[in-house]
DNA sequence: AAGACGAAAGTGGTTGA
DNA sequence: TCAACAACTTTCGTCTT
């Protein structure tokens, strides 16, 4: 499990060397969160987390033997998964049915443990959060640290009372919105509002509150993210994507990308990327696959061409 | 005919009073 | 809360390949 102060710096900044061609241009998998080079393919896996055993057991008996915990501890659950029941059995660890005075303090005793579990208003918002969570995530297809993150963001505004006044379903869709961003595969605000039943002003309130309500540093979606996933819709080659990045890092350097959206960028870097490496698209697909208009990648297009002095061979 | 281009009017978000 | 503003979208006619 990581924390936000581990992730807020761990993502790759594509300056990766590749272990197996040697080039550095590695970009991310923004479905399943992976680190992948765009030349040979090879598919870096150092930095995921398994919360998995260290030990390995080959039939159920080893498992029994070896297991010295229970399931692996997470946010997404209210009770991050660690919380304990009592049986409603009125039978001890030997399956002997208790009786008498010890029933009664066994009774006494559930009674008071569920009380404590849910009759906090706390919990029983969690609950549901988690739930709703957990529904939105997977219909998003968003890897899981990612959701862990969400269910961090959750937590601290719940806690914070900011979820107080809102629906806990825009709160939700805000936390899944900011951690994607966190994580730097940033996912349009429209896109998660279309798969809840709350409307996009709410959630863009939601999301306003939490990030001034508590101390999280979440930056604003580059261009640069973008890419991986643009291009992947476009089943573009590899030095096209790699000439893109170069693009969109002289353009940073240029100070035009401020200001701007980040797709229309992302989308007339690929354009020029495209023309440039002989393996071109029509501004139509590339501003559908970005997801802003054909004139948004125009215009963007002529600026970039205009300040980075980059020369466009029309006869191609 | 498809793609690229650019003008003009309209829209939603941000900023400062 | 409201107006001003920049960026972006929509629409449409024209030019180029």
Redesign the pocket.
Known sequence: MKNLADTKGAHITGKEVCMGCGQNIFTEDYTRGEHTCTVCGLVASERTVDSGPEWRAFTAEERNARARTGSPMTLTIADKGISTTIDWRNRDANGRVIGGNTRAAIYRMRKWHIRSMLHSSQHRNLGIAMNELQRLSSQLGVPRDVRETAALIYRKSLFKKLVRGRSIESVVAASVYLACRIHRIPRPLDEIVTETNVD?KQV?HSVRRIVSGISINVPLPSAKDLIPRVSSDLMLEGRTIKKATEIINQAKEKYVTI???PG?IAGAALYIAGILEEDRR???EIAQASR??E??I??RY?ELVRVLGITIN?SS
């Open positions: 996009r863009g200001g701007k959206a229309g029509t501004q139509r802003v208009t004139v948004t125009r215009n002529k029309v």
